[in-house]
């Protein structure tokens, strides 16, 4: 009697996760506004699956919980459950809320402080998160190195005999997010290269705690700190070492493969913001130097010149996008914001400067030329007026074009 109605809603949350899935970004914003309101998630839980790789681009601020905390360091590694399996270098998402229980419980007082502090606050407060995230990851990797299987862990599907290992790994990682959020911090963006003696500590903790985990390790280090690349690839003079150059040469090759696919490189430039889009793509590029040296083997050679080209045709794709829909489409339809337009048009130059820096050529300037003159050639009754279409054209295609519009009569 209880089994139809059960399986009704599972039917009707699918159906409804397929709309979901369609939506605007701003009914995007709003299901997940209302779904992280809720105090008991439980399945309405399924209508963010579909949403996720949306929301890995739209970033909105998001309720910060312990949970969210306590594995923010690690979101890299963290993939739906249904495309995790044993062998792969990553965390199932449905394990993470049992894992945190584990340490919740372990650890009460400290807990209930660090909730204390973060009630309230959103993903956006950054400060806090390296504050509290601080606090809490050494002590979370010591709890999970050791912790037994919760009761909780049943509603994972992953099998009891996966707790221990995946504990550990997670354990292991987390008692270093500390160090190594630092060393990313210290980097400013790229413009500090990372301090090799924080580096080989770190990698030293996880391979002493876990050898396992040293993948892991390195996917984080090539996703988040690019920079770090070529400290990975060097050799040590140790059999860690011989352990670090094995897990490092595996994860370079497996990530260069997703790179240079269909739903790697250009996809990622593709689907980031266009504020955010310049910062993929100097990823990538830093990541493709480091890696390119004269000892790289033939077949790596190969997989760094496919991810160049797909880098190449996802930033020419992404800019032609970006001015079209954020720029010239505005502008042709009437009373844009110019606040907003002259943003679009400072991010696409941004993007502009890191796609030749990664390869690109003559093709950015000749959009730009023809952007400048679909400004210029705007009837006069429609638009913004002509002080704010003189700025547009300075932003887009430097002084000289905005001076050249000033002169015309």
Known sequence: MTAEPATLRSRDIRAVSRDVAEADNARVMRIVATVDALSARGSADEFIVPLRRRLAVLRP?????????????????????????????????????????????????????????????????????????????????????????????NETGLGEAIFASLARRTGALLAQMAGFDRLCAETVQGLLPPRADALHAILRGIAETDQSALAMMVKLLLTRLPEAAALLMASQPDARGDAL??????????????????????????AA???????????????????????????????????????DAGCRTRFAAGLRDEVLAPLAGGSPDMRVLEAAGRDLRALETEARAAGGGGAYDLMLRQAADAVKALPAEVGPGRTDRIRLVEILAGSDAALAMLDER
Request: hydrophobic content about 45%.
């Open 61 to 153: 601020p998001r309720p910060l919980r312990f949970v969210r905390l306590m594995f923010h360091p690690l979101d890299p590694l963290i993939v739906p459950a249904g495309r995790w399996r044993a062998d792969r270098h990553a965390i199932p998402r449905t394990a993470l809320a049992p894992l945190a229980g584990c340490v919740r419980d372990a650890m009460p007082a400290e807990a209930r402080a660090i909730e204390a502090a973060i009630y309230g606050r959103t993903t956006a407060d950054t400060d806090l998160i390296a504050t509290q995230g601080r606090l809490l990851w050494p002590d979370a990797g010591r709890v999970l190195m050791s912790a037994a299987p919760p009761a909780s862990w």
């Open 273 to 311: 913001s266009l504020e955010e889009a310049g910062g993929t793509v100097r990823r990538v590029a830093v990541l493709l130097r480091q890696l390119e040296d004269g000892s790289v083997k033939p077949n790596r050679r190969a997989h760094l010149k496919a991810v160049r080209q797909a880098l």
């Open 245 to 270: 150059k094995a897990a490092a040469d595996e994860t370079v090759e497996k990530l260069l493969e997703q790179l240079a696919r269909k739903e790697g490189a250009a996809a990622q430039i593709a």
